[in-house]
């Protein structure tokens, strides 16, 4: 664009025009080519000069002049004057004013109009730019569709018409391809400024898009009568999606799936042939959790919510089918209901347990020094622990089928004594590995529990505030507590960490009695 070329409605003519095909403000577009005009008015008389331009938007005149400011003392006579000489000028102008002088239009030669366009092509582009941001970053989660521009090594550029989208070979379904001019349909999961202009980035494996797919294919989705509550999926192979219906007359994975299957075979489809169980959500985790092991019978849960880990058992000529090909349904059934899953045969549940009735009977025989008929009758109580046995209530003991007070006296006693005495070989072992006194006297810590940190090198409170949690859990295994109780014993060993730190300006300080001392006027208040 030669700006030497153009006339004052010409000026006018070509902004509209640019507006309109870049979709940004006149305003926009009028302002770039003022700052390209200054560009060169500086070019001319002096870049040290602070020449401004400025187009008339009514007549597309151009009016060039030179500001100075107003000041007391001169840094730079381009750009400022005294107020003395200001006042000679305009009498009654103040200090921060400026002195305005018309310059007389200039004549852009070739080099000076090419800088310009330069600058005109450059400010437009950021403005359109910064339209596209702003169009698009309230856009996040929606399903767009566009063309393919550029593939290049399966990053896919696309036109979405007003913007360009970018999406990574890791956002596209495996095993597929895209060509040049081919119609794709994708999710927006993120708008980015960054310094080459906004990138939008698109996704066709994002949980979320299928999700979206479903409600475009579901009225009911659409208006908030069935609820997705969770989606999980192994792109472009299979996919688990939990719905549930605020309607109790509606049946949500009925409508979901649709007349002869044909809204899930949409949804199938557009995911390239992707296999979908769509699972009925229940606020009961247990439930919730059998749901989405479909195809597979589920006989027993046991729930671990310290752990947030959930035992599931299946018959046995079910395992497969739970487990599925390479671990993929239960990988799913995870991923959706968010709890860590193990899966059991009956067979194994059935040994396991046996063992744990073995080993707990034993515990007993050798603690209390007692007959496997009395290790038993405890087992069968609920009794699993040694703890349990040496400060139950001694009536709730005495009430055993076959037991008496003094029987029970006597069992309470042994575990007792047998407790102390374990604990005094454990403080015994925890002081040869130096564990320190100040951490035995944490909260929440058993002897048994710092003879196993002293020999993980964990002997002092500054060792064990170093520690994150699932660490701490990782070195107790068997005698760990839960999260939560983790994290308190690590923050008590970290409180000395805080002791001597400097009182912060302005905070109320310690007066010595251990009360923050108080200004007099509020203390009088109290």
């Known amino acids: 664009m030669d700006t030497t070329a153009l006339s004052r409605t010409e000026l006018l003519q070509v902004a509209d025009a640019v507006a309109r095909e870049k979709s940004i403000e006149r305003d926009e577009v009028l302002e770039a080519m003022e700052q390209a005009i200054s560009k060169a008015g500086r070019a001319k008389y002096g870049h040290e000069h602070d020449i401004r331009a400025e187009i008339d938007r009514k007549t597309g005149e151009i009016g060039l002049r030179r500001f100075r400011e107003v000041v007391e003392e001169v840094e730079s006579e381009f750009t400022q004057l005294t ?32 800088t310009a366009k330069q600058v005109i092509v450059q400010k437009v582009r950021e403005a359109e730019r910064a339209r596209q941001y702003e169009e698009y970053k309230d856009r996040v989660s929606e399903i767009v569709n566009g063309i393919v521009k550029r593939n290049e090594f399966g990053n896919v550029t696309v036109d979405l018409g007003r913007a360009e989208g970018l999406m ?29 202009g906004p990138q939008i980035f698109l996704s066709r494996s994002h949980p979320q898009f299928m999700a979206k797919l479903f409600a475009q294919e579901v009225p009911e989705i659409y208006d908030s009568i069935i609820e997705i509550k ?32 044909s809204r899930v075979q949409a ?22 959790v059998v749901n989405a092991l479909a195809p597979a019978e589920v006989t027993k849960v046991v729930l671990d919510e310290e752990q947030g880990r959930i035992e599931v058992v299946v018959p046995d000529d079910q395992l497969s089918l739970a487990i599925g090909r390479r671990g993929q349904n239960v990988r799913l059934a995870s991923q959706l209901s968010g709890w860590e899953i193990d899966i059991l045969t009956e067979e194994e549940e059935s040994r396991r347990r046996q063992e744990e009735i073995r080993a707990r009977s034993q515990m007993f ?13 405890l087992l069968a109580e609920g009794f699993v622990s040694l ?27 042994r575990a007792r004594t047998y407790l102390e005495e374990q604990d005094r070989k454990f403080d015994e072992e925890r002081r040869a590995l130096g564990v320190t006194d100040e951490v035995a ?11 196993t940190l002293g020999k993980n090198e964990v002997k002092t409170l500054d060792d064990l505030g170093d520690l994150a949690s699932d660490e701490l859990i990782e070195i107790l295994g068997e005698q760990a507590p839960g999260v939560e109780e983790a994290n308190a014993i690590i923050m008590a060993a970290r409180a000395h960490w805080f002791d001597d730190e400097p009182v912060v300006e302005g905070e109320p300080a310690d007066d010595g009695e251990g009360l923050a001392a108080t200004e007099p006027a509020e203390a009088e208040q109290d």
């Open 83 to 114: 107020l003395a000489e200001a006042e000679a000028r305009e009498p009654g102008i103040q200090l921060g004013d400026f002195i305005i002088e018309e310059l007389p239009p200039i004549d852009l030669g070739r080099i000076a109009a090419q």
């Open 168 to 196: 990574r070979r890791d956002e596209s379904l495996p095993r597929e391809s895209f060509r040049t001019g081919d119609r794709v349909r994708a999710y927006i999961y993120d708008v980015r400024e960054e310094a080459r």
């Open 230 to 261: 969770a989606v999980a999926r192994d792109p472009g192979s299979r996919a688990k999606i939990a719905v549930i219906s605020h309607d109790s007359a509606i049946d949500p994975v009925g409508a979901c799936v649709g007349m002869r299957g």
């Open 267 to 288: 949804v199938v489809s557009e995911l390239q042939g992707e296999k979908i169980d769509i699972i009925p959500w229940s606020p009961d985790t247990a439930t919730f």
């Open 365 to 377: 025989i050798d603690a209390l020094d007692v007959d496997d008929v009395i290790a038993h009758l």
């Open 387 to 413: 703890e349990q046995v040496a400060f139950v209530p001694l009536q709730e003991l005495a009430e055993i089928e076959g037991f008496d007070e003094e029987v029970a006296e006597e069992l309470r006693m």
């Open 441 to 451: 006297a944490l909260e929440g810590v058993n002897a048994a529990m710092l003879a």
